[in-house]
């Protein structure tokens, strides 16, 4: 049986897009007859880099998955350590999965280390490469990390033609669409999601989930909210996610906007068990990102049949097509409006869930498995 370790972010860390990815790949692989290891993080952030309250999950461990709580991000050291110990383990294959320049001398100190047993494939699934907040140091740090994998995953076109502004070639890099996240429960009516959030049933109810930061574009929507024809339809905004950020800001726009009664804040972690609340709550999803790679959030819309708004941004527009699944519209605030009129005054829930239902299928984690399979050269056990 096929060994494969999975390098990346899980439990005991919070659920968040990176945690839940890793652990739902992980049963897919299972799935597809191979032997999973996750190794995770003992220190992910050190609490001066993390902008949240904290890293850690509530939620109880999994019991179907083999996690090893191994790897210290700021400690070479540690690297040592955990590069020894997967070399020796001799995986088939090290998937390694790779967000944020930081993370570039310890993820890459581990995969050189692996590859001197001279068995193990070394592959890395690229979210970022060029990332949406830059720093000082960054492009020496991706330069130093994309020099150790044999070859890579992604799930855009823009993150591809980022891998290749490295120097690395085209047929070392495998396309593959973000798969469902299929793993939040079945739906919920939207009476009943509204119900258990005590929000009225005859609201037209536009969500924005998902962790705040600046590049996520919450204050475009605050200022599309804004615009006179959304009001007249009764549009209100629900915002679920945590704070990365001061929300100062946005509390004091919200109110200069004269919105701050149109918008449900429940700015808090929300816990995996309750994600389907808020998305079968909603009539429109809502990503009016300033800057993106890919995102999870279109990948549980389509789980819960939900249209989608985001905006013509690096490789949004590859997942939503426009007038079909949702909208795709430039990140100001008048074309978001626009767009949100259309939905609600031209009653267009109905087609667009129905293409929504169509399009899924393409996200699918079978799909996703084979491809890293093909890259790294081994092969399903289905």
Not at 198 to 221: A, Q, T, V, W
Request: hydrophobic share 40%.
């Amino acid at each position: 049986m096929p060994k494969i370790v999975i390098l990346g972010s899980a439990y005991p860390l919070r659920g968040g897009g990176l945690a839940t990815f890793n652990e739902r790949l992980a049963r897919a692989f299972t799935e597809a007859g191979h032997q999973v290891t996750i190794y995770t993080f003992s220190l992910q952030y050190p609490k001066l880099l993390f902008p949240g309250k904290s890293q850690y999950s509530e939620d109880e461990k999994p019991t179907d998955l083999d996690i090893k709580v191994r790897v210290n991000s700021i400690n070479p050291f540690n690297w040592q350590k955990v590069g020894k110990e997967l070399k020796k383990m001799q995986p088939d294959l090290l998937l390694i999965r790779y967000w944020l320049p930081f993370m570039a001398p310890c993820l890459g100190r581990i995969a050189a280390i692996v590859k001197k047993n001279q068995h193990t494939r070394v592959v890395a699934i690229a979210d970022n490469i060029i990332p949406h907040e830059r720093r000082l140091g960054d492009k020496l740090l991706t330069r130093y990390f994309v020099k150790k994998p044999d070859a890579f995953i992604c799930m855009t076109k823009q993150v591809q033609r980022d891998l290749e502004s490295f120097k690395i070639p085209r047929e070392k890099i495998g396309l593959y669409p973000h798969p469902l996240y299929d793993n939040f429960g079945e739906s919920l009516s939207k009476a009943d999601a509204r119900k258990l959030l005590d929000i009225p049933p005859n609201e037209n109810i536009i969500l924005f989930f998902g962790f705040i930061r600046e590049y996520k574009g919450l204050d475009l929507l605050i200022r599309a909210l804004s615009d006179e024809r959304l009001k007249n339809l009764n549009v209100k905004l629900l915002v679920a996610g945590e704070f990365y950020v001061k929300p100062d800001s946005y509390h004091n726009l919200a109110r200069e906007c004269e919105v701050m009664d149109r918008i449900y804040w429940h700015t808090e972690f929300i816990p995996n068990d309750q994600v389907r609340n808020y998305f079968c709550a909603a009539d429109l999803v809502t990503q009016p990102y300033k800057n993106a790679t890919q995102s999870g959030v279109t990948q549980v819309a389509y789980h819960f049949d939900k249209p989608m708004l985001v905006t013509r941004v690096g490789g949004l527009p590859e997942m939503v097509k426009h007038s079909e699944a949702g909208y795709v519209v430039t990140p100001d605030p008048s074309d978001i409006a626009s767009s949100i009129e259309d939905f609600f005054k031209n009653h267009r829930s109905e087609e667009m869930i129905h293409a929504v239902k169509q399009e899924k299928k393409r996200f699918s984690w079978d799909n996703f498995v084979n491809g890293i399979l093909n890259k790294s050269a081994l092969k399903s056990n289905k």
